[in-house]
């Protein structure tokens, strides 16, 4: 049999731990021939809730898992890990300012980063889902100068999953048919869902750009303030679509994605596309043999490359900020 695959998911309480540990011991997110042992990092408040999770986590008798940790310690939570899910972090509270926010999770991703540095396996992939991702990843990546800077990835497949949804409704076709759509950017309001490029049913579909007051008016700020929407229905922030995003992003990674499709990614900018290299910016991105490969050669058009502008200078100001701060 093979050998379990090591999977830490900081935050692991959380609403969406709850939502994501049940899918990874499942075998959903790395496929249904490799065992899975699961490493739950909590801070100690967060240690009781985490033990709960576990014991329900055991009573699925799940013949991919392996095994369940539970700590308050990042060095024992990244130990050899190969998979890290940070989804644990500071969410901003009322009156917060950006540079508040940015400092408290600083806190957070910085000695992480130095714990997987430290102790995480060779082949470690890390995606960043707690918020401010992007920038959190960027704090992470920095703080951890041995692994190779492509291994931190921040999660904009909710985005990118939220866009698909919008697409296949105003066509009319099942989800499965729509490709080739983009989230570039920041994973903010700032964000820009790109329809330029996509088919439907394996042609062009033009019309779903013609209609330019459909496009910025609806479709793009729809997308952008999906999680504001879901919170005022639901009375709590996504969490099992924010999971569901997180499997998708992981499998993809591993297992490469579709022929002729892509998806979207925060990935480390090696400057395609004028975004600033080492920047962790959304990009269109196919991975094959475990690693991401921004798709290249995409025409931007005007409206594109405004849109895509201001989303990263809005990286580069959090960047700046963080730096600014000492934290990367
Ligand atoms: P919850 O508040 O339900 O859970 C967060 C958990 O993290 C808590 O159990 C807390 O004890 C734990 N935690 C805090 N600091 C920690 C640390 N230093 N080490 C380990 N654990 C720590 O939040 P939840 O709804 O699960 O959301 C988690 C994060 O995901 C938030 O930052 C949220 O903003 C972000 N999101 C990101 C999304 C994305 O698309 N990238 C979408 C969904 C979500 O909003």
Not at 262 to 281: F, K, R
Not at 292 to 315: C, K, N, P, T, Y
């Amino acid at each position: 049999t093979a050998t379990p695959v090591t999977v830490t998911v900081t935050g692991a309480a959380g609403q969406i731990g709850y939502a994501l540990l049940f899918r990874i011991a499942s075998g959903q997110m790395l496929g249904p021939d490799t065992p899975v042992r699961l490493r739950l990092l909590e801070i100690p408040q967060g240690v009781k809730a985490a033990e709960g999770t576990a014991m329900e986590l055991d009573d699925c008798a799940f013949p991919l898992l392996a095994g369940i940790d539970i700590t308050d310690d990042a060095r024992a939570g990244f130990d050899g890990t190969n998979v890290a899910l940070l989804v644990g972090a500071r969410p901003r509270t009322k009156g917060m300012e950006r540079a508040d926010l940015l400092e408290a999770n600083g806190g957070i991703f910085k000695p992480q980063g130095e714990a997987i540095n430290a102790v995480a396996a060779d082949d470690v992939r890390v995606l960043v889902v707690g918020n401010p991702a992007n920038t959190n990843a960027l704090i992470t990546s920095a703080n951890a100068p041995d692994v190779p800077a492509d291994r931190f990835t921040a999660m904009t497949r909710l985005d990118h999953n939220r866009a698909l949804t919008q697409v296949a409704r105003r066509a009319g076709v099942p989800v499965d048919e729509v490709r080739r759509l983009t989230i570039w950017g920041n994973h903010s309001a700032t964000q820009y869902p790109d329809l330029f490029h996509v088919e439907v049913g394996g042609a062009p579909a033009p019309a779903l750009v013609e209609d330019e007051s459909w496009l910025l008016d609806d479709f793009v700020p729809t997308v952008a303030t999906r999680g504001a929407a879901i919170i005022e229905a639901r009375g709590a922030s996504s969490a099992a679509s924010a999971a569901n995003a997180a499997v998708d992003h992981v499998r993809d990674w591993v297992q490469g994605t579709r022929e002729g499709d892509w998806t979207s990614a925060g990935i480390v900018s090696d400057g395609s596309y004028g975004v600033p290299e080492g920047l962790v910016s959304s990009f269109p991105v196919t991975s094959r043999g475990g690693a991401w490969e921004i798709v290249q050669g995409l025409e931007i058009g005007d409206l594109s490359r405004e849109r895509i502008d201001r989303s990263v200078a809005e990286l580069v100001e959090e960047r700046d900020a963080v730096r600014e701060l000492g934290l990367v």
